[in-house]
């Protein structure tokens, strides 16, 4: 059974400074997701990594995955206060479209 | 196309009561899930759908819990004699295969408290 794991749990981080979060699983993952959730809010997707090596990048963020090594990192770049939200990873059982999330990681950049 | 829709956002009931809230997916969207998220974790899948065809459902649910997407549009699902266990909020995502992608679209959500 895939399981997906993130660290830290918490992150409270200086605006202007640079962090990775970063998603571990188990067994092979057709797919990595990054979503992120606003307290009270539902979740957005942010990237979608299909192959080993990609990198995909959205303005401060920018997500990779390694397959080999069955890691996916969010790296942060010269955070800034609407970056505080809680991000998720989340990868699909190979050969179906079922979902498991980790366990998220609340960021917190502090002015 | 307004996202996907899930009624009602929230619902306050006893132990033991039945609960049913609906999830009104993207149009064309032929997938459809529900998931479950208590506070301080992640999503945790529930069943999945495409289109009226439910094709897998999590050992996590146990028979007190059904899904239905009966015209493969709208799904529902109701929980049987509610526990306290069953406060959480239940998430409804949808999307398009065959789109390598796959990209869940979620709804707000439907808060549920069992008291």
């Known amino acids: 059974e895939l399981k997906v794991e993130q660290n830290p749990l918490f992150l409270s981080m200086q605006e202007g400074k640079n962090y990775t979060i970063y998603c571990n699983y188990s067994?092979?993952?057709?797919?990595l997701y990054w979503y992120r959730q606003d307290p009270g809010k539902s979740l957005e997707s942010l990237f979608v990594l299909l192959s080993n090596g990609a990198v995909k990048q959205e303005g401060r963020l920018m997500a990779s995955l390694d397959t080999k090594a069955r890691l996916s990192t969010l790296h942060i770049t010269a955070a800034v206060h609407d970056l505080s939200a809680t991000y998720f990873c989340a990868g699909s059982i190979s050969g179906t479209y079922k979902y498991i999330f980790g366990t998220g990681t609340r960021l917190k950049v502090l002015a | 196309d307004t996202g996907v829709s899930q009624n009602p956002r929230h619902k306050i009931t006893k132990r033991g009561q039945n609960v049913t809230f609906r999830c009104d997916p993207i149009s064309e969207h032929n997938r459809l899930y529900w998931y479950r998220q208590t506070l301080g974790q992640g999503p945790e899948f529930l069943t999945y759908?495409?289109?009226?065809?439910?094709?897998?459902k999590s050992r996590l649910l146990s028979d007190r819990f059904s899904a239905e997407r009966p015209k493969g549009s709208f799904s529902t699902l109701e929980i049987q004699r509610t526990e306290q266990g069953d406060s959480a909020m239940y998430l409804c995502?949808?999307?398009?295969?065959?789109?390598?992608?796959?990209?869940?679209?979620f709804g707000a959500g439907t808060r549920l408290s069992v008291l």
């Open positions: 067994t092979t993952s057709d797919r």
């Open positions: 995502a949808s999307s398009w295969a065959p789109l390598a992608k796959n990209i869940q679209y």
């Open positions: 759908f495409q289109n009226e065809a439910q094709l897998e």
